[in-house]
């Protein structure tokens, strides 16, 4: 049933990214079906932009399609994990943000900018946003169900009984003030999403509507979620009963959420305005603070994420042969020992050779 339910949700993932892929690759050719106001940007940054999001939507198309096939078992696990990571924070924000932001103009009567043609022809955003929906629902069950299959003993373990992995102490020096700066960054997130102006320059509140509040209000809301999740991922004590599963995604969504909405579109723009012909200094502010902090936050929880990883998979790795015949030393067997075989059986239960 789960093979059969991991093909169905990749096949379709592969679908949904259709759409977008065409047009994507019409405007990239010169064809701007579609586009009401093509002098809003130059020919160079048009094209640029375009290919450079259509090599996205591909990579997860081609993502998508991995998980469904036997070879995904045996890919390594941080070729899928990363670019996963990074679909999750672009696509679950945008998509918070676009139902959140739909629905309260609806309800509010605020006027909806996608429905407003001056830039792009309303159909264009049911095409994108539609196929992203689609797309976000499918590709990310799939690897929900992919890493029950391959990780499962270890997602559906408590708390309590995770393996001690030799730098968890470390571990817990970088991602509890990383869960701290998460916390703080999506407060001030969800703050500007509720029509605050903290921080934010005088001249773009106007700018503001539905949308870019709905966008704020996910993307803190996800950062708030993946600091609780980290700070129960290096304190398992607080819940020791709860399932691994729960706080790793919590702050998988988070930590990607700040990383790619935040961190990544910031980095994007700075250095986009440095460039540009007219530019004499680099933006500054709180936004672009908070921005330049989830990048850096995002950056810490990946690279304690890449460590565990190796950790538990290290672990599980088949010893030499040339190592097996020698004898081991006469040792005396402590309860610290005991503990430590113990973990190293508990990692071999959860991680198989082919995770490296």
């Known amino acids: 049933m789960n093979s059969r339910r991991l093909t169905l949700l990749g096949r379709t993932a592969v679908v949904a990214c259709v759409p977008y892929l065409a047009l994507k690759l019409l405007w990239v050719l010169g064809i701007d079906v579609g586009v009401v106001d093509a002098s809003r940007f130059s020919r160079t940054t048009w094209v640029v932009g375009n290919a450079f999001t259509l090599l996205l939507d591909a990579v997860a198309a081609v993502v998508a399609h991995t998980l469904t096939r036997p070879a995904g078992r045996r890919a390594p696990a941080w070729l899928l994990a990363f670019p996963l990571w990074m679909a999750t924070g672009l696509l679950v924000p945008l998509l ?5 932001g739909s629905l309260t103009g609806l309800l ?12 792009l022809a309303p159909w264009v955003f049911g095409v994108v946003y539609g196929g992203f929906l689609v797309e976000a629902g499918t590709l990310l069950g799939a690897f929900a169900v992919y890493a029950h299959q391959r990780w499962g003993g270890l997602l559906r373990r408590p708390l309590r009984a995770l393996p001690r992995t030799g730098t968890r102490t470390m571990q817990r020096i970088f991602l509890l003030p990383a869960a ?3 916390a703080a960054l999506g407060t001030v997130r969800i703050l500007w999403g509720t029509g605050s102006t903290l921080g934010a320059p005088t001249a773009g509140v106007p700018a503001r509507n539905v949308l870019t509040a709905a966008a704020d209000w996910a993307q803190g809301s996800c950062s708030v979620a993946g600091a609780a999740g980290l700070v129960l991922l290096v304190l398992p004590g607080l819940l020791p ?4 599963r729960t706080p790793l995604a919590l702050a998988w969504a988070g930590s990607a959420a700040a990383f790619a909405c935040g961190g990544c579109l910031w980095l994007v ?18 936004p672009e603070l908070v921005g330049a902090l989830e990048l850096c936050t995002g950056l810490v929880v990946l690279c304690a994420g890449a460590f565990t990883l190796g950790e538990l998979t290290a672990a599980a790795c088949p010893v030499p042969a040339s190592r097996r015949d020698r004898p081991a030393p006469p040792t ?12 190293r ?9 082919d995770d490296r």
Do not use: I, K, W
């Not at 918070?96 to 959140?100: N, V």
């Not at 009963?241 to 691994?244: I, N, P």
């Open 96 to 100: 918070m943000g676009l139902l959140g």
């Open 108 to 119: 509010t009567g605020a006027r909806n900018p996608l429905s407003a043609g001056d830039f």
């Open 180 to 182: 701290v700066l998460l």
């Open 241 to 244: 009963r709860l399932r691994f």
């Open 269 to 286: 723009q700075t250095v986009t305005g440095g460039l540009s012909p007219g530019a004499t200094v680099v933006p500054g502010g709180l």
């Open 332 to 343: 005396v067997h402590t309860r610290e020992d005991s503990a430590f075989c113990a973990s």
């Open 345 to 353: 059986r508990a990692v071999r239960e959860c991680a198989t050779p």
